[in-house]
């Protein structure tokens, strides 16, 4: 859902249900990595609800634009971790001379 | 098309990987980032837990609701089913474990995290124990283990603890540490609760042993100062850097 005023797009306010900080400061950080934001935070109306309220504002292209980059950055950060976590435990085995090991809690 | 962002891709290290404990180093990356993965792990990892049980005959000295308490946690794709039937004839107290319950789908089987290093006799590996029983009395169930997320109830939650740090960096002046007397020295390493420096008694330097065991307890600060040498030893939080230690 986006709260924004009809004619300015790149000033608008992004109210997402069903999330919480898990995903509003990992996206509001990568939100900050872009040049184009001007200003960008979060906040949560009522921790009872699970509903988060992100506000960007950016140099004049249309926020949903800069959201939507920020969510696929972040996207792309989240596989990255993950392949390279990945590597690391096939090398951490392998130098461990392949015992075998399960893992339970993982990344 | 998006235009160039600064972002940093983190970089992972392994410390130390077992069954049920592992150690990690996240470097290049925010506490925001940190902090989300450390959320997801106690939240939104799915496991599968026990979440309906059926009691058909408990003549055991818990009452139903304390059992099935102590196994909390319809679909087949998403369910599996337990049955636990257990009688004691001896004479002998007998245990009710977790490895007296059993799978309609042998892929599925209760989680045991003994460890088996720590026991001399197989006898003694027998899984998280539900009851016990005397002669007589008997246990039958039948426990519904579904998939879900720590959200919805804790008992969903595969991680005990996820816990991180930051890595600290310090920096000892060399130059201010060799107008110290080897007592002094000695109660410089002494002063930090944990095991962080150590004397190495050959040169009679101060090295830094185990930077990950600094808990940001200023002591080694507080007695530099008490001894007139503030520049002696600098310590910064890394801000990039992130120890977790998953249980």
């Given amino acids: 859902m986006e709260h924004g005023a009809f004619g300015d797009q790149s000033n608008a306010t992004f109210s997402l249900t069903e999330e919480d900080h898990t995903l509003a400061n990992a996206v509001r950080f990568t939100l900050n990595q872009d040049p184009r934001v001007t200003f960008c935070g979060y906040s949560i109306p009522h921790p009872s609800d699970a509903r988060v309220n992100i506000r960007v504002q950016t140099t004049g292209d249309p926020a949903r634009e800069v959201l939507k980059d920020a969510c696929q950055d972040l996207m792309l950060m989240c596989q990255h971790v993950r392949s390279t976590f990945d590597k690391a435990v096939a090398d951490f085995k392998t130098s461990e001379r392949g015992q075998a090991m399960n893992i339970d809690s993982e990344e | ?247």
Wanted: aromatic fraction near 8%; charge should be negative; charged fraction near 30%.
């Fill in chain 2, 1 to 247: 098309m998006e235009s160039l962002s600064y972002q940093r891709f983190p970089k992972v290290k392994i410390g130390e990987l077992k069954d049920d404990y592992a150690k990690l180093e996240f470097r290049d990356t925010d506490a925001s980032m940190a902090n989300a993965l450390r959320r997801v792990m106690i939240a939104e990892v799915p496991t599968i837990a026990i979440d309906l049980v059926e009691i058909d005959v408990n003549s055991s000295v818990l009452n139903d609701e304390f059992i099935a308490h102590r196994l909390d946690g319809q679909c087949e794709y998403c369910s599996v089913e337990f049955h636990l039937r257990v009688k004691c004839t001896g004479d002998q107290t007998l245990d009710v474990t977790s490895k007296d319950l059993i799978s309609s789908d042998h892929s599925v089987v209760p989680v045991d995290f003994a460890d088996p290093a720590a026991y001399d006799s197989s006898d003694q590996q027998r899984g998280v124990i539900i009851v016990k029983l005397c002669r007589g009395q008997e246990l039958r169930l039948r426990a519904i283990a579904r998939k879900g997320i720590g959200k919805d109830n804790a008992k969903w939650s595969p991680a005990a603890t996820v816990t991180f740090m930051y890595e600290p960096e310090i920096h000892i002046s060399e130059d201010l540490m060799e107008t110290l007397t080897l007592a002094q020295k000695e109660a410089f390493v002494d002063s930090s609760p944990t095991k962080v420096f150590d004397l190495d008694h050959a040169t009679g330097q101060v090295l830094v042993v185990d930077p990950e065991a600094y808990t940001y307890d200023d002591e080694v600060l507080k007695l530099a100062e008490a001894m007139g040498k503030p520049g002696l030893i600098e310590i910064y939080g890394g801000e990039d850097i992130f120890i977790f230690t998953v249980e």
